[in-house]
């Protein structure tokens, strides 16, 4: 990425600002990983990285990798306590001599927007996912992301709902895909040793084929239609393949509905949930396949870009965002393909695409790997999306050249 080196040299047009970051906390989830890699990239650009919000677990790797964690009631939706965080947002965005301010979730970036139309600091939001407007009063709640001074939406996917359901932001946003750590998600970076104590964790001996769906237990994650999917595969004698839901339990009856549709279909000896892994990369490296068979449409697909950051074959619902990151027919050539693009609800497409992948010849297998991991690599990286968020700081604070 010759084009955005400049940002990480000693003349960076970024050098000495001060950017701060405001998102309710920083524990876990998407947003808060990539404010730490914004953060991160700030101070290797030589700029200042302030995060306000009310802390987190998170809060000391944000401190070791040079930002500045400043304490803030940034989760509150109390009317009046976020009246109040307005003037004391704007008093320390003064203090602190902040150059831009991004904000990352609703609630904070209403306190933000008001505090900055006191300032008159550049502000910039980011849609991290689509979210639900099914009332008026829950579209103007949501509207103060579409507010910014730039409007960065992390899929072409959720750029189009923001101009469909805000169409005054045309022309002020800018699409930045989230970014994976090329570093972590890389076969070469885990070793043997990490699969090795996974698959045993998870009760599959090397014999066994592993279809993974890592993914919290939440209705639209499509862990319903993989359990179909699986009955279909096992009674076309599918024997030599366990199925893997790996993710965190919510607090609903969805669990335990996924066990009784498990012990329905006569799978409990197939298909095993096995609660939250943390060791993501190890767990894709340990699969044959991986799945995302989501039921309703993604903002993004962060499963899917780190399974082929890690040549895995995937097959992923062809919804939302998914499209964007999986190159597949119909959108490309077989001979193009990284994974599978496989119709909603569709039990028996899904099980027809893992059939396909697990199918595949050792050659073609390592070629749909290596051209999986190019498409991360040239596509989705943390590199290329810090760089290009950069790159928007930099057009909200150089003047426009007059005419």
Not at 101 to 109: D, G, K, M
Not at 123 to 146: C, E, L, P, Q, W
Not at 159 to 170: F, K, N, S, T, V
Request: hydrophobic share 45%; net charge positive.
């Amino acid at each position: 990425m010759p084009q955005f080196q400049r940002f990480f040299q000693a003349d960076s047009p970024i050098a000495g600002k001060t950017v701060l970051q405001i998102i309710p906390a920083l524990d876990s989830g998407g947003a808060e990983r990539t404010t730490l890699e914004i953060a991160d990239a700030l101070v290797r650009a030589g700029a200042r990285a302030l995060v306000a919000t009310e802390g987190g677990r998170l809060v000391g790797e944000l401190q070791a990798l040079g930002g500045e964690f400043h304490a803030f009631p940034a989760a509150t939706k109390n009317p009046l306590a976020m009246t109040g965080n307005v003037r004391r947002l704007a008093a320390f965005i003064e203090r602190q001599g902040v150059d831009i301010v991004h904000a990352r979730s609703r609630a904070p970036a209403w306190v933000a927007l008001g505090a900055v139309r006191r300032t008159g600091t550049p502000f910039v939001t980011t849609y991290h996912g689509v979210y639900s407007d099914r009332s008026a009063i829950k579209t103007r709640y949501n509207s103060v992301m579409a507010m910014g001074d730039r409007v960065i939406a992390n899929s072409a996917y959720t750029a189009g709902h923001i101009l469909e359901r805000y169409p005054a932001a045309q022309g002020r946003i800018v699409t930045i895909h989230r970014g994976v750590d090329l570093g972590l998600f890389a076969p070469e970076a885990v070793e043997p040793e990490r699969v090795r104590a996974l698959r045993e964790k998870w009760g599959a001996p090397p014999d066994q084929r592993i279809v993974l769906l890592p993914a919290r237990l939440a209705r639209r994650k499509g862990h319903r239609v993989l359990i179909d999917a699986a009955r279909i595969l096992r009674d076309r004698g599918r024997e030599d393949t366990v199925f893997v839901l790996a993710g965190d339990e919510q607090r609903d009856a969805y669990p335990r509905e996924l066990d009784r549709a498990i012990q329905q279909a006569g799978l409990d000896s197939v298909v095993r949930r096995v609660g939250h892994c943390d060791d993501m990369p190890a767990a894709l490296l340990s699969a044959a396949c991986v799945v995302a068979p989501s039921t309703e449409p993604e903002a993004f697909g962060r499963i899917a870009v780190e399974a082929q950051a890690m040549g895995s074959a995937v097959v992923v619902s062809d919804l939302g965002a998914s499209a964007e990151t999986v190159v597949a027919p119909p959108n490309a050539a077989p001979a193009q393909r990284t994974g599978w693009l496989v119709p909603a609800h569709d039990a028996g497409a899904l099980a027809a695409a893992i059939a396909e992948a697990l199918d595949l010849r050792s050659a073609a297998r390592d070629s749909l790997s290596l051209r999986a991991r190019a498409n991360v690599r040239d596509r989705f990286s943390v590199e290329r999306m810090c760089a290009a968020t950069l790159s928007v700081y930099e057009s909200l604070l150089t003047p426009v050249a007059a005419s």
